[in-house]
């Protein structure tokens, strides 16, 4: 669950910075899940907690019922978090509001519609479940939508090729980054590591610790990178945690995620970790700090200390924020090619792009950099420019200012947001 004003997960930091400036052009209230009925409001912002408490007792019987469909999982039923979304849908009657903009969960839109029936509804969508979950759901849900937003082309154009007669309504907006927040002002954007030669190299990864990120990828790659550059040390900032087999292994038809589902098998994955650290530990102990889950204004510090930003993700990144916010920070970055991570950085120009899974290709572009401090500057540099251009959080809230005037005819509408539910594992 999401806690306001201090989001950690990334939809929620996302929410958080935009209505924070649509609140100048808009009236919002954000609804978000907590264990307790409470209201507050934050820089002209209404946010409305709504207890899910008996909600999860009710689910607690129907998680233990199988469901054999993996494209009907029970997170995408009707009945999940129900309550919940009842108290939501009634709040939005009441209050007469405009557009509803949901975050991910789908099966909130036929209780708003049914409610609300001159509600606008945006359903953003931050993962690939349009083009996975079960077809004749989605199809009945996007009919009572009004517009679909995603963070990238990738997620867009699958959605409109499986259901090209919404293909109009299916539109993409990029997340945003803090420009402020990951700037050094009295260094510009230039990393202030780049410059100390007689540093051992920092490598950062930002994110969950977890094989859908491709962590054993890193590590793997990593391991590589010291036979040749012993001198090289690793941070990993971030929580453990395996995403559900049935969020994301389950519903893909990718092989390279199918084949995750050896980490889903008892304490493999734990067992996994720990045999990389071990092996690491054999060419040169302390090599690889693990952070933890920090809280985002402590980030800054590590994208600004940092050589060289890694994110090998094996799932397809429908956005990739961190590597976003590295742009922003002037360190250069090298990704995967799933997703929508192809579309932040500029292969060879603002960074590197490199197969997924693949960790000798990784452990090669990692290398590629390390021993080229005016490639990494140059890059460092360009993704610096791309980011500030594309990815401020100013210029994602222009953009979605306009999607909501064309909705409502050029009219300004009081808005709502309904954010984060519990049913939005993801947000991580």
Known sequence: MTSFPNPADSIGILTYELVKILAHQFNITVYAAGQQSRQMNIEGVDYQYIPISQDQSFLKYFEKLPFKNPKSPLFNHRFYYLGYGLRIAQNLRKQQFDIVHIHNCSQFVPIIRAL???????????????????????????????????????????????????????QTLANGVDLEKFVDSSLGYINPKSDAKSQAKQLLYV??????????????????????????????????????????????????????????????????????????????????????????TKLPP??????????PSVCQEAFGMPVAEAMVAGVPVIVSDGGGLPELVENGKSGLVVERSNADALAEAILKLLTDETLRKSMGSSGHKRAVEQFSFEKIAEDLQQQYYQLCGQVEPQLNLTTLSPANPQAA
């Open 116 to 170: 609300n029936p001159q509600i606008k509804i945006v359903l953003h969508m931050h993962c690939e479940w349009l083009h996975q979950l079960d077809y004749k759901t989605t199809e009945q849900r996007l009919r009572q939508v009004d517009l679909v937003i995603t963070p990238s082309d990738y997620i867009t154009e699958a959605a409109r090729q499986r259901f090209p007669q919404f293909s109009e309504r299916i």
């Open 207 to 296: 994110g969950r610790i977890c094989p859908e990120k491709g962590s054993h990828i890193l590590l793997e790659a990593f391991h590589k990178v010291l036979e040749k550059e012993p001198e090289t040390q690793l941070t990993l900032v971030g929580p453990m945690g395996v995403i559900p087999y049935e969020y994301l292994v389950a519903l893909s038809e990718d092989a390279k995620i199918k084949d995750l589902a050896v980490f889903h098998q008892g304490e493999n994955w734990k067992v996994g970790l720990r045999n990389a650290f071990a092996k690491l530990n054999q060419i040169r102990e302390d090599t690889v700090t693990l952070t933890g889950c920090l809280a985002p």
């Open 302 to 311: 590590y994208y600004q200390n940092a050589d060289l930003f890694i994110f």
